[in-house]
């Protein structure tokens, strides 16, 4: 029997990564496909609450490290649930992963490695669509602004850890400048149509 894919979306804060996978879903369920969107930080669990917390009270203090940590562990508490999915036969978008996990803590200063230590051993998706603004346009979208890292100077350096993954096999720069939800749909379409018909290898992990 073949797998489902594992299909990551990645980007800075306000790129239209939801957006994109509720479309992405709606049209894959629509094809009668089987899918199952996970999203991290998923919030609504014990560590999602404490990591919701952490982001959207500047007050509540923990250090970069123990914050890092929430965010692998809240990854690792899904670990095995999307393992069981991928086995049967359903493909899983992730709307965030360790992508954003590494770079928004190395964004702060903590090394690059030892911030993907943590994640290592997890599965590795088989393509990471990466939604990206040439230049800062996120920042300009509504809503920026009232959580923790949405701050434009923080964002620009995480942009830049980001691009640290750029040219790993599985990694897909998506450019949204100026494009409509449809035309980033499409695009969106043309990558993941090539993964979601019956993986038989097994997946990768992050190593
Ligand atoms: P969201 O805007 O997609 O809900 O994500 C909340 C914030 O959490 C966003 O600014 C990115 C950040 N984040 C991390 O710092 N580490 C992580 O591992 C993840 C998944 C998100
Ligand atoms: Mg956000």
């Given at each position: 029997?073949?797998?489902?894919?594992?299909?990551a979306?990645?980007?800075?804060?306000?790129?239209?990564?939801s957006?994109?996978?509720?479309?992405?879903?709606?049209?894959?369920?629509?094809?009668?496909?089987?899918?199952?969107?996970?999203?991290?930080?998923?919030?609504?669990?014990?560590i999602?609450?404490?990591?919701?917390?952490?982001?959207?009270?500047?007050?509540?203090?923990l250090?970069?490290?123990?914050?890092?940590?929430l965010f692998?562990?809240?990854?690792?508490?899904l670990?095995?649930?999307?393992?069981n999915l991928?086995?049967?036969?359903?493909?899983?978008?992730?709307?965030?992963?360790?992508?954003?996990?590494?770079a928004?803590?190395?964004?702060?200063?903590?090394?690059?490695q030892?911030?993907?230590?943590?994640?290592?051993?997890?599965?590795?998706?088989?393509?990471?669509l990466?939604?990206?603004f040439?230049?800062?346009?996120?920042m300009?979208r509504?809503?920026?602004?009232?959580?923790?890292?949405?701050?434009?100077?923080?964002?620009?350096k995480?942009?830049?850890?980001?691009?640290?993954?750029?040219?790993?096999?599985?990694?897909?720069?998506?450019?949204?400048?100026?494009?409509?939800?449809?035309?980033?749909?499409?695009?969106?379409?043309?990558?993941?149509?090539?993964?979601?018909?019956?993986?038989?290898?097994?997946?990768?992990l992050?190593?």
């Amino acid at each position: 029997m073949t797998r489902g894919a594992l299909v990551a979306i990645e980007g800075l804060d306000r790129t239209g990564k939801s957006t994109q996978t509720e479309i992405l879903i709606k049209t894959l369920k629509q094809q009668g496909k089987a899918i199952e969107l996970i999203k991290f930080p998923d919030r609504t669990t014990q560590i999602g609450q404490l990591i919701n917390k952490y982001l959207t009270d500047k007050e509540f203090r923990l250090s970069d490290q123990s914050a890092h940590l929430l965010f692998s562990a809240k990854r690792w508490e899904l670990v095995e649930k999307i393992n069981n999915l991928l086995t049967q036969g359903v493909t899983v978008l992730l709307d965030r992963y360790v992508y954003s996990g590494v770079a928004y803590s190395a964004a702060k200063g903590l090394d690059f490695q030892w911030c993907l230590n943590p994640d290592l051993g997890l599965p590795k998706p088989d393509v990471v669509l990466f939604l990206k603004f040439k230049d800062d346009g996120n920042m300009k979208r509504g809503g920026f602004g009232e959580e923790r890292y949405e701050v434009d100077e923080f964002q620009k350096k995480v942009k830049v850890m980001f691009e640290r993954f750029d040219g790993d096999n599985n990694w897909r720069n998506l450019y949204v400048d100026g494009k409509s939800i449809e035309e980033v749909r499409e695009e969106v379409w043309t990558h993941v149509v090539k993964y979601i018909d019956g993986l038989d290898t097994n997946v990768q992990l992050f190593k």
